[in-house]
């Protein structure tokens, strides 16, 4: 069984058969998604999904690319959303310096703020990290992240990187960009971390993999990662899905 740990079901790309989509999830070995959120806008429409699918559990948090207009009282909305008992982890949170659509300042600001309300509320943290290695670390250090716990999405850093991120207890997921043809440093962590701590994703719609590459993504195309994953390992594809489907129920608190 296989365990999608970030997808966006909520996206507008999935308005023309997101149902039909959704419900033929189990059919094809998918046993639970992860449905990570990018602004509390999005909130009562991944709350939809939720409700109307058991196999779906939701992300609350801020993507730094929506940070720029933030206020105190979105901190007081985001824990008040998290509490709704399908929500297990605070996210995406964390910096794109790629894109750099909000001030940087403004950005680390609000990443810290909401990996501190992840440990008041005793939840992990989903992070997203573009360009912004040294940053990013810096704050998860400072804010003591160890006491929250979570993953790294898509994970682009070095070994040196992971090692420090496994030191804080945190998981590492792989997704599309581990199955494309100039992938070499993903493929080069995915051989180094610990098989405890991989998770799998396909931040749905985004980052198709091989052989999909360019088409719209979903979960059904989650197995193709298990499967570089494995040839990686040395391993069959069952395996690296059975085992990396109880890390993410481990790292979201579902057991
Ligand atoms: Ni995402």
Same mark, same amino acid.
């Given at each position: 069984?296989?365990?999608?740990?970030?997808?966006?079901?909520?996206?507008?790309?999935?308005?023309?058969?997101?149902?039909?989509?959704?419900?033929?999830?189990?059919?094809?070995?998918?046993?639970?998604?992860?449905?990570?959120?990018?602004?509390?806008?999005?909130?009562?429409?991944?709350?939809?999904?939720?409700? $109307?699918? *058991?196999? %779906?559990? &939701?992300?609350?948090? /801020?993507?730094?690319?929506?940070?720029?207009?933030?206020?105190?009282? !979105?901190?007081?909305?985001?824990?008040?959303?998290? $509490?709704? *008992?399908? %929500?297990? &982890?605070?996210?995406? /949170?964390?910096?794109?310096?790629?894109?750099?659509?909000?001030?940087? !300042?403004?950005?680390?600001?609000?990443?810290?703020?909401?990996?501190?309300?992840?440990?008041?509320?005793?939840?992990?943290?989903?992070?997203?990290?573009?360009?912004?290695?040294?940053?990013?670390?810096?704050?998860?250090?400072?804010?003591?992240?160890?006491?929250?716990?979570?993953?790294f999405?898509?994970y682009?850093g070095?070994v040196?990187?992971a090692r420090?991120i496994l030191?804080?207890?945190m998981y590492i997921a792989f997704?599309?960009?581990?199955?494309?043809?100039?992938?070499?440093?993903p493929v080069e962590v995915a051989r180094y971390v610990p098989l405890d701590r991989i998770v799998?994703?396909?931040?749905?719609?985004?980052?198709?993999?091989?052989?999909?590459?360019?088409?719209?993504?979903?979960?059904?195309?989650?197995?193709?990662?298990?499967?570089?994953l494995?040839?990686i390992r040395?391993?069959?594809?069952?395996?690296?899905?059975?085992?990396t489907?109880?890390n993410?129920?481990?790292?979201?608190?579902?057991?």
């Amino acid at each position: 069984m296989l365990f999608d740990s970030h997808a966006h079901y909520n996206d507008k790309k999935f308005d023309p058969d997101r149902d039909e989509l959704l419900s033929s999830m189990p059919e094809n070995n998918v046993g639970l998604i992860m449905n990570s959120c990018s602004s509390l806008d999005e909130v009562p429409l991944i709350f939809d999904i939720c409700e $109307k699918y *058991p196999f %779906v559990y &939701a992300s609350v948090g /801020i993507h730094p690319h929506e940070v720029e207009n933030v206020t105190e009282d !979105d901190m007081t909305r985001l824990k008040e959303y998290a $509490k709704n *008992p399908k %929500v297990r &982890a605070i996210g995406e /949170i964390g910096l794109d310096y790629y894109y750099d659509f909000s001030p940087r !300042d403004v950005q680390k600001k609000w990443f810290a703020r909401q990996v501190e309300a992840a440990k008041e509320l005793n939840m992990p943290v989903i992070i997203h990290d573009r360009d912004a290695h040294k940053d990013c670390m810096d704050i998860l250090r400072d804010c003591n992240v160890s006491e929250a716990g979570g993953v790294f999405h898509c994970y682009a850093g070095s070994v040196d990187m992971a090692r420090e991120i496994l030191d804080w207890g945190m998981y590492i997921a792989f997704g599309g960009t581990l199955t494309f043809k100039n992938s070499v440093r993903p493929v080069e962590v995915a051989r180094y971390v610990p098989l405890d701590r991989i998770v799998i994703e396909t931040d749905s719609p985004y980052l198709t993999p091989v052989p999909h590459r360019g088409k719209r993504n979903s979960s059904l195309y989650v197995h193709y990662v298990a499967e570089k994953l494995a040839e990686i390992r040395g391993m069959s594809a069952e395996e690296i899905e059975n085992i990396t489907y109880e890390n993410a129920k481990r790292c979201f608190k579902m057991e």
